[in-house]
């Protein structure tokens, strides 16, 4: 929006003229204010940081609030973040939708992995393949890793692999409406495979589009998979998924098959929980939670359950911690450090 769009707009929502607005993360500016803020809803809620939610709700006297995610959470890491919201869980497939069938492969089956595209695309199905960057590293011709890039990679399929085929390419360095033009080709069914980075994680829906692709697989947590399989399987037909890795760390081997064992988000989310720890899970916008020095997030729920029982219970016989001054003491100096961390 240009200066001038946003000056009305923000004014006519102090001065309460609008009764409704969708926004992105400007809505959190301090310019923006409410005449009377109700309700906050806030949508992928895992993009937000905790004190970008409670400045928006600030806005407000005690708005109601409401925070979604199709990004699953253990119970014990929702325990701790939303101690004082209820947990709601949609825990099943809309109706018609059928399991993804995933796959965890290496680059020796890439010829049938282009085979198997094909022979979709040949029944007028379109396909996703995802990319873990942009532009291959120049510094590093020889990487061993073999990352593959999306701007050089869509160029060989393009040219080499799939000639007859309309293929486009998505990345987080496209301006705005060259994303959303590609987007809308592909939505439309203008394209057949779409070559993308995790630009396409969330808000794309194309039923259409029935195999998942994704290389060095091993780059991505598997949070993340979970998210991108969720691009697929979204209509009445079968749905797949490929991992492709040539990582066989055992490590890394076993923490990619529990996306082939499972499309329960939340024990992927749970695994992915013991294996990166809560500050990796959520990234560097959410490190103020306590790293535990005598319990385990991913064991110890009752546990949790019980330490929030009992400050729950504290905190409705001494709301300010007068007669508690140790742990009032404890609890700025927690919050002190995540401040200090956020910033």
């Avoid at 980075?197 to 598997?222: H, K, S, Y």
């Avoid at 066989?248 to 098959?257: E, G, H, I, K, S």
């Avoid at 990234?283 to 790293?291: E, F």
Wanted: aromatic share 6%; with cysteine; glycine share 8%.
């Amino acid at each position: 929006m240009t200066a001038k769009e946003k000056r009305t707009l923000v004014a006519q929502l102090k001065a309460g003229d609008i009764q409704f607005v969708v926004g992105t993360h400007a809505l959190i500016s301090t310019a923006v204010g409410f005449e009377d803020l109700g309700l906050v809803i806030t949508d992928e809620q895992h993009r937000f940081g905790v004190e970008q939610r409670s400045a928006l709700s600030a806005k407000g006297n005690h708005p109601h609030t409401l925070v979604m995610s199709a990004t699953p959470i253990p119970r014990t890491l929702a325990l701790m973040l939303y101690g004082d919201l209820e947990v709601s869980i949609i825990d099943e497939l809309p109706p018609g939708r059928q399991p993804i069938k995933t796959n965890l492969v290496d680059t020796r089956y890439r010829q049938r992995i282009y085979t198997f595209l094909d022979a979709h695309m040949a029944e007028g199905r379109q396909a996703y393949i995802v990319c873990p960057s942009v532009e291959e590293n120049e510094e590093n011709e020889n990487d061993p890793s073999g990352k593959k890039a999306v701007t050089q990679y869509g160029k060989t399929l393009q040219e080499e692999v799939f000639p007859n085929r309309r293929i486009g390419i998505v990345h987080g360095k496209l301006k705005s409406k060259e994303k959303e033009a590609v987007m809308s080709a592909f939505s439309a069914g203008e394209l057949d495979i779409l070559v993308a980075t995790t630009v396409i994680e969330v808000g794309v829906d194309v039923p259409n589009a029935v195999v998942m692709v994704i290389e060095n697989a091993e780059q991505f947590g598997l949070s993340q998979l979970h998210q991108l399989r969720g691009r697929v399987g979204r209509g009445k037909d079968a749905s797949f998924c490929v991992l492709i890795s040539d990582n066989f760390n055992p490590d890394t081997r076993q923490r990619l098959q529990v996306m082939t064992q499972t499309t329960d988000g939340f024990r992927i989310a749970q695994e992915d929980l013991q294996l990166r720890g809560p500050g990796d899970f959520f990234g560097q916008r959410q490190h103020g939670l306590a790293q535990l020095k005598v319990a385990s997030l991913g064991c110890d729920t009752m546990l949790l359950q019980q330490a929030q029982q009992a400050a729950r219970a504290l905190l409705e016989a001494d709301p300010l911690l007068e007669q508690h001054p140790l742990i009032a003491a404890a609890v700025e100096a927690l919050f002190a450090q995540a401040d200090s961390t956020l910033n």
